[in-house]
């Protein structure tokens, strides 16, 4: 196939140009929204461009920042590249880039983390301001404006409709076969003209094949031929399997109970090695047609695909490690039937998730011992990640599981604490705590049971009996008896790390 293949339409064909020239487009102060999701489908020319751009500017005393939107984490070419130049005015709605990670704590790049359901919708409000530039990476442009998405979706159908200007990144690299496997939802409006999305099963389509784009906003089309972040992730170990091993024991019990039937309900899971290890579980359990309504479709997800024990995956990107992504590819017909990518505003939609009974697993820095749960700060002032979709699905999972080991740096840290120094998911809409040491089902406990029961079943057995004299004394002491605490001393396990470097 020639590369002219992939842009079908001869009227924009005369679009195509370097990644330079479409860089030379942008100019500052501008709010882009870029493709990528998870380390999937972003742009990996233009952005690197724009930051020799960037850079450039800067030597000669000029001022450039942009605002970059994204659907999730990208990638170094993109986060990294713009955070090193110190391109970014503001990042939203979540990053996993170590360059950009050190620029927003050090107070040199505002950041907005947002719940991931919220971002598109926050943009047709008109909360964040214009969004002047969309740049996305497609697998081929067709006629008429049609798109082939990439490995991911994310937010791409907002960016594309909302942006005055668009630049196409068409990837030689990316699969022309992941034709038909995008389901691109054009029925959302804005209050009070919404409509029911008619999505009542994983597998159902409800949407288009491919993202739409007026031909006119159109300015530039750069060819690349790049591969995505492939994730490498690393054999579970003791503690992941162990994890894996309390969550599956439990679901079985949620069986036998009658509360879930034997092929479950639909299954979300955060990236990770700890959620690859539950699906390695998986696939050796009693459960069978199982199936997924996700973020991301990882490697294990892929394999319990490939063995028949998962029938169908919803999902808004993939996440595949090279292995994994090879398998992809050799058998891509096949995954096609049983696979689908959405926009993030589908496949991370609260009442969908509600209304599918979606059973949730998503990994935590630490909780407290009322169940309170930290996924995003170190320390409680410096942010890691950001809160992605966790937030969406575990208030409103059927099932809702926060994962974690028990320690952390060699075992200096308790990642059961007294008192979370930042909340993103209050007792309120935290289930099940799972660490290697054990499992607490938070169903139904007013905050006494729930700490009696985290620190027996969750804590590490080194930090166990100072969380139990902590307990002890503030049920004693403290002025209220229904959430005790030591208003002095809730924090003193943080900030005795800060001082010695050991909680």
Known sequence: ???????????????????????????????????????????????LALARRIDAAHEKGERFKVGIWTGASTAPELDGALAKVDGVELR??????????????????????????????????????????????????LDGGRLIPSASVGNNKTWLDQADRVILEVNRRQSLSLEGMHDIYYGTRLPPHRQPIPLVHPGDRIGKPYLM??????????????????????????????????????????????????????????????????????KDSPFANLTAYTEVLQDGMLDLIASGTLTFASATALSLSHEMLARFEADIENFRQKIVLRPQEISNHPEIIRRLGVIAMNGMIEA??????????????????????????ARNAYLSFFMTPSVAKGGAISCIVPMVPHVDHTEHDVQVIVTEQGLADLRGLAPRQ??????????????????????????????????????????????????????
Not at 25 to 39: E, H, K, Q
Not at 101 to 119: F, K, T
Not at 235 to 255: K, T, W, Y
Not at 465 to 492: I, M
């Open 92 to 141: 939203l709605p979540y990053q996993s880039d170590p360059t950009c990670r050190e620029r927003i704590n050090a107070g040199e790049m505002e950041y907005l983390d947002i719940h991931l359901s919220h971002v598109a919708q926050f943009v047709w409000f008109g909360f964040l301001g214009h969004l002047d530039v969309a740049i996305i990476e497609v697998s081929a442009v």
């Open 213 to 282: 784009c007026d031909p006119s906003k159109i300015i530039g089309i750069v060819e690349t031929d790049q591969p995505d972040r492939n994730t490498t992730f690393s054999a579970p170990d003791e503690n992941s399997r162990a994890i894996a091993g309390h969550i599956i024991d439990f679901l079985q019990h949620e069986v036998r109970k009658g509360r879930l039937p034997n092929s479950l309900l639909p299954l979300q899971s955060g990236v990770g090695n700890v959620a690859n290890a539950v699906f390695a579980g998986l």
């Open 368 to 393: 407290d011992i009322y169940g309170n749960v930290n996924s995003t700060h170190v320390m409680g002032s410096s942010i890691m990640n950001g809160i992605g979709g966790s937030g969406d699905f």
């Open 450 to 503: 729930r700490a009696r029961l985290i620190i027996e079943k969750c804590a590490h057995p080194h930090f166990r009996p100072a969380l139990e004299d902590y307990y002890s004394r503030a049920l004693r002491d403290a002025p209220g008896r229904h959430t005790p605490h030591l208003l002095d001393e809730a924090l003193s396990w943080h900030t005795r790390y800060l001082r010695n470097g050991s909680m």
């Open 1 to 47: 196939m020639t590369d002219e293949a992939r842009v079908l339409d001869p009227a924009l064909r005369t679009k195509i140009m370097s990644a330079d020239e479409a860089a030379a487009l942008i100019p500052s102060g501008v709010n882009i929204g870029m493709s990528g999701f998870t380390g999937a489908g972003y742009p990996k020319e233009v952005p």
